[in-house]
């Protein structure tokens, strides 16, 4: 099947031949943002999803219809709007909407059960939930209704099931959408013109790992800063087609998705569920040409049988992170991927997800080996126990300074304060390096590292060293129990496809690649790492296996 197939007068990518820059004239606020894009791209298609193509003019139409809706059903400035559900255009709008109200957008993880997205509904106080009745066999209400808090009093259901008959205080996308009338134009722009650079746009809530969510509070301008500095240094631009399969309730997939796409004026094109096959089927039928994700993404693509069978000569951009990376990957991700530029990157949802990046000319050992040097405008140290600057190359405490950090959890004034210093520091909780260049390498997780015999271990590090074997695909290290030594290292490995080996044979290579005290103990061959919705590896999972 070739492109034309699939895709009739498909837009055109801009012919750039150096990175965009930042752009001078930032917009403040989100509905800013789609406005002006409606401006400058007008029928150029913003969201292309099964048989919808949604030109920017039209986005702005649509997301001015479903804000006059929520204004119908009385929603106010400062209120938090809830959306559980997968990729697909009506979160989009669902969240533009939102913010274009001036309310707050409260993303849910789709992997939530009802128990703990009752509790971040409760804990946000979101007057109104966007979701879905039916995903992976699911039904969100279903399983919400037990846990329902009594703060939240209504339910907009995306898509329903067939023939599913709504509750009372329950609306369909189409019942809420004919609304939007009720609130006259005039009503709409007044409201509109009230939403500010320095409102929250967002509380989204941490993964909990470590406790009870929080959740954390960032601003429009804040975020759109942000984003235009990624897109530019990643080099995102009009007539891009981006193929978002990080979830949109992740800041990759939302700040780093979707709407970092509609800045630059690219098509979204959402995707439900990573399916390799169905991920390169899509690549060559629709000319995909940004496509990031985390390195499992990668590696499964690498891995899959088929893969000299599909056209994927589209693809430009890769951006990735957040875990081991051996330099190879990066060197196949170019020559068997085909990408021209692939960037890793780290962030935190307390940074509005974004804080340092590679850069296109960087070569694969600083990538892959690297998160890449601090964004402008953000700073970067590492620092001891006592809060003082580590020497270049000594591990500490990674901190971040800049417009990026966070307002604030809600509500939790104090995990505030000991989160964010009198200087402005957010102190993130991750272990990680600078060198001479101000190349931030990541080494772990304060809470992950282990001591073997007295030597601290970084996962990560050895994580990295591991991934080098030419037969392993991806590797993840938890810290066990140790008579003599008090913990040593089990690894969890995923082997290439068609490779072969043993564990013995993997540790033997183990203790000549590294300190006997980094090599793991035990090896055990998995054909899949568990991961979140978003693609981090649950280690949590693996220590209890």
Known sequence: MTPSDTIDDVDAIDTIGALPAACE????????????????????????????????????AARIEAARALMALGVQPGDRIAVWAPNFSEWILAALATHSVGAALVPLNTRMKGAEAGAVLADSGARLLFCVDDFLGESYPRMLAPHRPATLERLVILRAGHGRAMDTDELSWESFLALAPRTEMGAFAQREAGVHGDMPMDIMFTSGTTGRPKGVMTAH??????????????????GDRYLIVNPFFHTFGYKAGWLAA?????????????????????????????????PTLYQTLLNAPRLREFDLSSLRIAVTGASAI???????????????????????????GFATLTRAEDDADTVAGTSGRAMPGIEIRCVDAQGQPVPTGEPGEVLVRGYNVMQGYFDLPEATAETIDADGWLHTGDVGTLDAR??????????????????????????????????????????????????????????????????????????????????????????????SAAGKVLKYQLRAS
Not at 45 to 57: F, K, N, P, T
Not at 221 to 238: K, P, S, Y
Not at 262 to 273: I, K, N, W, Y
């Open 221 to 238: 301008a804040q975020n759109l800063r942000a984003i235009d500095g990624w897109a530019a240094i990643t080099g995102v631009r009009a």
């Open 262 to 294: 509609l800045s630059r004026g690219a098509t979204v094109l959402p995707h439900l569920v990573f399916d390799a096959e169905a991920v390169m089927t899509r690549v060559e039928n629709e000319r995909i040409s940004v496509l990031p994700g985390p």
């Open 25 to 60: 004239d930032i917009a403040a606020t989100i509905p800013e943002l789609v406005r002006r894009a409606a401006q400058r791209h007008g029928e150029r298609v913003a969201i292309q999803e099964d048989g919808l193509r949604l030109s920017y003019a039209a986005l702005d």
């Open 438 to 531: 101000g190349y931030l390498r990541i080494t772990d997780r304060i809470k992950d590292m282990f001591i073997v015999g007295g030597f601290n271990c970084y996962p990560a590090e050895v994580e990295k060293l591991l991934v080098a074997h030419p037969a392993v695909a991806q590797v993840a290290v938890v810290g066990m129990p140790h008579d003599r030594l008090g913990e040593v290292g089990r690894a969890y490995v995923v082997l290439r496809h068609g490779a072969r080996l043993d564990a013995d044979a993997l540790i033997g290579w183990a203790r000549r690649q590294m300190a006997n005290y980094k090599v793991p103990r035990e090896v055990v061959f998995v054909p899949t790492l568990p991961v």
């Open 326 to 352: 051996a330099p190879t990957l990066i060197e196949r991700m170019r020559d068997e991927l085909g990408f021209d530029t692939v960037i890793t990157g780290y962030g935190l949802t307390e940074s509005c």
